[in-house]
T-cell receptor
Framework: DTEVTQTPKHLVMGMTNKKSLKCEQH?????MYWYKQKAKKPPELMFV???????INESVPSRFSPECPNSSLLNLHLHALQPEDSALYLC????????????FGPGTRLTVL | TQLLEQSPQFLSIQEGENLTVYCNSS?????LQWYRQEPGEGPVLLVT?????EVKKLKRLTFQFGDARKDSSLHITAAQPGDTGLYLC??????????FGPGTRLSVLP
């Protein structure tokens, strides 16, 4: 298995909803990333997990809550989002600090109404 | 703060032409990646360059990392419509952090 998968592909939610995004990889990668990408902009880093521990939080609002239950799985829990949070949410993984290749999933297109 | 700039931002060319895209920074990066992204999809890794002065070739694509590891270029020979897409460079900064450039949107017309 040489890919990063993300579910769901599309998500529409209201501002009072709670939802979760899921990312999986079975390549034995020990670093996993969440990025947010707005239209016509590059990806912006949100969180980095390294060996299942949160190593980087780029001052992301607390309505976004990451979770890494094991080395293959990364979740992003969403609560009380705003319409401006609508974006493509990308997950990526990397073998580890000694390897500089990062592989992306297809993304989840999130719309907040 | 480490920042990357890309030029040009937009490029529209005819099939068969050559082109070069540039990625520049005032910061040194331990490695630099080039990605291609289609609308609504995740970026696909094309290449990683690590050593200053390094040149890598991927079929019609040639990637170069500057001697000082602050800049990079992507050259495409005989562009084809299938090369159309958003080309992103990303530099590896501190603590496994990746910083992306704003991208170059390439359109190759048949």
């Amino acid at each position: 298995d040489t890919e990063v998968t993300q579910t769901p592909k599309h998500l529409v939610m209201g501002m009072t909803n709670k939802k979760s995004l899921k990312c999986e990889q079975h390549m034995g990668h020990r670093a996993m990333y969440w990025y947010k990408q707005k239209a016509k902009k590059p990806p912006e880093l949100m969180f980095v997990y390294s060996y299942e521990k949160l190593s980087i939080n780029e001052s992301v609002p607390s309505r976004f809550s990451p979770e890494c239950p094991n080395s293959s799985l990364l979740n992003l829990h969403l609560h009380a989002l705003q319409p401006e949070d609508s974006a493509l949410y990308l997950c990526a993984s990397r073998l580890g600090p000694e390897n500089n290749e990062q592989f992306f999933g297809p993304g989840t297109r999130l719309t907040v109404l | 703060t480490q920042l990357l700039e890309q030029s040009p931002q937009f490029l529209s060319i005819q099939e068969g032409e050559n082109l070069t895209v540039y990625c520049n920074s005032s910061s040194v990066f331990s490695s630099l990646q080039w990605y291609r992204q289609e609308p609504g999809e995740g970026p696909v890794l094309l290449v990683t360059v690590v050593t200053g002065g390094e040149v890598k070739k991927l079929k019609r694509l040639t990637f170069q990392f500057g001697d000082a590891r602050k800049d990079s270029s992507l050259h495409i020979t005989a562009a084809q419509p299938g090369d159309t897409g958003l080309y992103l460079c990303a530099g590896e900064g501190y603590g496994q952090n990746f910083v992306f450039g704003p991208g170059t949107r390439l359109s190759v017309l048949p």
